[in-house]
């Protein structure tokens, strides 16, 4: 089947504005992209018309947790049976692409095979969700953030703890078995975690090195939770692939990230912390417990760090820790805005952390993330300007079409709502 789609403002994944062009895909590639109206043969193709809307690329959540259902407590994804768990994560994965994400990276599977059997369902076409990379649970050592466990007391999370290069390569290996894309490892703690603070770097050298060094011998990539600045320079100097957090990198740790910006990608992870600052009363945490923990402090660190990243031209993503009781799952798209409001990015910019740079993170540069031919076919008709107001991504609403590997997963011609709405606008 061939799709054109006509009439429509396409902002491509790459430049600064919008223009009118015609997009004709056929199969699951976009074959041609002419600038103009009435430049493409209508003869046997279905026309979507997509006057007023704005055509993007589907976008890219930098940092997943399908698995991450909701808990209060770290140790509340520890406590519930794997049947159980299962099935909610396969909601999320159709929830998250019904949300406009038709790719996601994995920052960790609360249990080891989830991610993966779902990234297996989806592949075989039994399950509607996005393009999705597989984790394993987050690599830790004893003591480090995702180890629940008290003296006497059994306690499991997302952690998966290893001690020592000799557990942690056959932690690794574990992940390697089971056919994860993505290892996860914890090298620094986290405000959220008493005994390990994020300033606190949890993991040593030598097992940061062998986590990594085993994980690329099996060819899979590695992606780490990294707050204090040493734990970023521990990251960057044994080669991780993606550096999530980073949110206290000082002058030296920025100039080591900004020395390898070619084949590292960071994420900031920023909604965890908004949502904990701003929004923590929906959840019930008072301003006494943000300041306790110093959380206002962290998020003007992240603020800082991010806008240098801005400046030294890293490759950032958005994704934002959707999935636990403070971050729901469907706001993902807020970390547009964000990247605008905290961090400085003009909308294109972080219009393309959310498309183009997510696509080159998926190991799909110039194929995912872009509308231009010859590129994968996933793609979202949008009511509104993201340009102008990134908000309209947010919340399903707005998305008349999802397009999907060049199957409409939304079809903007069985939607009745939009011409009031677009009467009104
Ligand atoms: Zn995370």
Redesign the pocket.
Known sequence: MAFLIANAQVWDGEADERYPAEVLIEKNRITSVARGNGQIARNGVEVVDGAGMTLMPGMVEG?C?LSFTDPMRNQALGEIPPEEHLLRPCRNATFILNHGFTSCYS??SAKLRIDVVIRQEIEDGYLAGPRYRAAGPEITVTGGLGDERKQHMHAESFGMIADGPDEIRKAVRLCCRENVDNVKINISGDEFVSYARAEVTSMSEIEVATAVAVAHEWNKRVSC?ARAAASVKRAVRNQVDCI?HCDFADEEALDMLEAVKDRVFVGP?FGLVHNAVYEGDRVGMTQEVVDKMGLRRKLEATCRAYHEMRKRGIKVVIGG?YGFKITPMGQNARDIGHFVKFFGYSPAEALRCATSVGGELMGLKGDLGVIKAGALADMLLVEGNPLADPSVLVGPDRLAMIMKDGKMHRDPRARSVAPERRAAE
């Open positions: 940092h947790h920052a960790a939770h999530y992870a820790d």
